[in-house]
């Protein structure tokens, strides 16, 4: 049996929105795409979603949760030292920013489409954004930062500035510019690495 055939329809359908989502964006996506492109019957999508915007936060989760589990393999490789941990983090969005499928951050693209303090899924793209305040936080305060509140600050921003303009510097550019930047800000606010 073949992966395709294995796959559940919530599955094939939030996987189909996660593509379409992310590549075209969520306003210019509409159900009867996903259904089409996912191959499941209309009845399967309202069955598992009962509305686009609770398929909008299901993938969000999804998204997240890949995202938590990115960032836990890029800390995993430098175990006890969380300036490496830090500065890997940035290296490995630097490379991100720079592939060819790269389309941004899914949460700063969700918050820029829906504008509307209430709609689910800004509030999901909300959470995210101080959930990564806080592990850099966590990271700086571990790295002895001197102001780690600050840096925390500095690098969230440093990192959504790659999502939302790492693609026009151009992937060279990206790739070596976003890492060094971060660096700079590390190695400022804990001191001269001597590595």
């Given at each position: 049996?073949?992966?395709?055939?294995?796959?559940?329809?919530?599955?094939?359908?939030?996987?189909?929105?996660?593509?379409?989502?992310?590549?075209?964006?969520?306003?210019?996506?509409?159900?009867?795409?996903?259904?089409?492109?996912?191959?499941?019957?209309?009845?399967?999508?309202?069955?598992?979603?009962?509305?686009?915007?609770?398929?909008?936060?299901?993938?969000?989760?999804?998204?997240?949760?890949?995202?938590?589990?990115?960032?836990?393999?890029?800390?995993?490789?430098?175990?006890?030292?969380?300036?490496?941990?830090?500065?890997?983090?940035?290296?490995?969005?630097?490379?991100?920013?720079a592939h060819p499928k790269f389309r941004g951050c899914p949460f700063i693209n969700t918050t820029v489409e829906f504008r509307d303090t209430d709609h689910p899924g800004r509030a999901?793209?909300?959470?995210?954004?101080?959930?990564?305040?806080?592990?850099?936080?966590?990271?700086?305060?571990?790295?002895?930062?001197?102001?780690?509140?600050?840096?925390?600050?500095?690098?969230?921003?440093?990192?959504?500035?790659?999502?939302?303009?790492?693609?026009?510097?151009?992937?060279?550019?990206?790739?070596?510019?976003?890492?060094?930047?971060?660096?700079a800000l590390i190695d400022a606010a804990c001191g001269q690495d001597a590595r």
């Amino acid at each position: 049996m073949s992966d395709e055939g294995r796959r559940t329809a919530r599955e094939r359908i939030l996987d189909t929105a996660a593509e379409l989502f992310y590549r075209e964006g969520i306003r210019a996506v509409g159900i009867d795409t996903i259904i089409a492109r996912s191959g499941v019957a209309k009845m399967s999508l309202y069955r598992n979603f009962a509305s686009k915007d609770e398929l909008i936060c299901a993938w969000l989760e999804d998204t997240e949760a890949k995202f938590w589990a990115w960032w836990q393999g890029v800390v995993a490789r430098h175990p006890g030292d969380p300036r490496a941990q830090l500065k890997a983090l940035f290296a490995a969005l630097g490379k991100w920013s720079a592939h060819p499928k790269f389309r941004g951050c899914p949460f700063i693209n969700t918050t820029v489409e829906f504008r509307d303090t209430d709609h689910p899924g800004r509030a999901i793209a909300e959470r995210h954004a101080r959930a990564m305040r806080d592990h850099l936080r966590d990271l700086a305060v571990q790295a002895t930062a001197r102001e780690p509140e600050a840096l925390a600050e500095h690098l969230l921003l440093l990192m959504q500035g790659a999502y939302a303009g790492g693609r026009m510097l151009g992937p060279d550019v990206a790739a070596r510019a976003i890492p060094a930047a971060a660096a700079a800000l590390i190695d400022a606010a804990c001191g001269q690495d001597a590595r």
